[in-house]
């Protein structure tokens, strides 16, 4: 009857490793805070233009950014627009792109990419102010 005895390490050890695991549908995000493993990271970018910059530049600036979904396979999905907000509250801000990614180390092997890098040259002469803001959706 020495096999139980045998038994007992093995279904403790079992039993207290099942205390650590976190729910099946979340992971952890770098803060340690829980998020749902739906969830994506919005990267959100809003551009203010110089006030020379013409209508041909900021089309070319335009095309150019939604080009790098093609060029950056980490970005899982690209959308933009320009702003309407009967509000008035835009601060000269005219234009909104919103590129998701699946993680943080995909957004910031994104950064850093050369087709990234070279789209902010051609971008900078013609920014006056630019905000960005990420997050993960709930």
């Given amino acids: 009857m020495k096999i139980p005895y045998l038994i007992y390490p093995f279904f403790i050890l079992l039993i207290a490793s099942g205390f650590n695991r976190q729910p099946m549908d979340q992971t952890p995000d770098t803060s340690q805070n829980y998020i749902n493993k739906d969830s994506v990271l919005r990267h959100v970018v809003l551009f203010k ?4 910059t013409s209508r041909e530049q900021i089309a070319a600036i335009e095309k150019a950014f939604a080009a790098l979904q093609n060029k950056i396979p980490e970005i899982l999905s690209f ?10 509250l835009d601060k000269g801000f005219t234009h909104c792109f919103f590129l998701t990614f699946a993680t943080e180390a995909d957004r ?5 990419h050369p087709d990234h890098k070279a789209f902010g ?5 013609h920014l006056e102010d630019v905000l960005v803001f990420d997050y993960w959706t709930h």
């Avoid at 233009?49 to 020379?52: F, R």
């Avoid at 959308?79 to 008035?88: D, I, K, M, V």
């Fill in 49 to 52: 233009y110089k006030e020379n």
């Fill in 79 to 88: 959308e933009w627009g320009t702003n309407n907000s009967p509000e008035g």
């Fill in 108 to 112: 910031d092997l994104y950064l850093p």
């Fill in 121 to 125: 040259s051609l971008l900078s002469p």
